[in-house]
């Protein structure tokens, strides 16, 4: 039995969560998607452009980072949905939720995920990439919490 991929974990963590995504330092997003039966807010395109423009943000805040420290997370609150984007090493992983969230606590779970990840694949090595490669290509139809993009 294959372990669950990071988006599939992180969906799962609360019932207000709509999205969970990886996204490649192109704006593409390579794994996760939508919770079953969310619907997207935005087309393909402008949503495209959004994780552009958070891959961008988060890049150009990471700039001040010998003066501020790491950036850990970034949080847009919008009207109707909130968003959390993370610095990942080759990438973000962007989570959406409802406005009514315990954002604080789905920070924090997301976080404590993260970093149990990042244990983990160090002490596996390359593994965690290819899995990546076996849910991009279609390979491992695993049953899934997260609607496939």
């Known amino acids: 039995m294959r372990e669950p991929s990071l988006c599939d974990r992180i969906i799962k963590l609360d019932r207000s969560i709509r999205f969970v995504g990886i996204v490649n330092n192109r704006g593409e997003v390579i794994e996760g998607g939508f919770k079953q039966g969310v619907e997207p807010m935005l087309n393909g395109t402008d949503e495209q452009q959004m994780y552009i423009h958070s891959l961008s943000n988060l890049t150009m805040l990471q700039s001040y980072k010998d003066r501020l420290g790491m950036v850990r997370y970034s949080l847009t609150e919008h009207e109707k949905v909130i968003l959390m984007t993370f610095p990942l090493e080759d990438g973000i992983l962007c989570v959406s939720a409802l406005p009514k969230a315990n954002i604080n606590k789905i920070r ?42």
Do not use: C, P, Y
């Open 108 to 149: 924090d779970e997301v976080m404590k995920v993260l970093k149990s990840k990042s244990r983990s694949s160090a002490s596996r090595g390359s593994t965690s990439s290819n899995n990546l490669v076996r849910k991009i290509t279609g390979e491992n139809k695993a049953k899934n919490s997260v609607r496939k993009r």
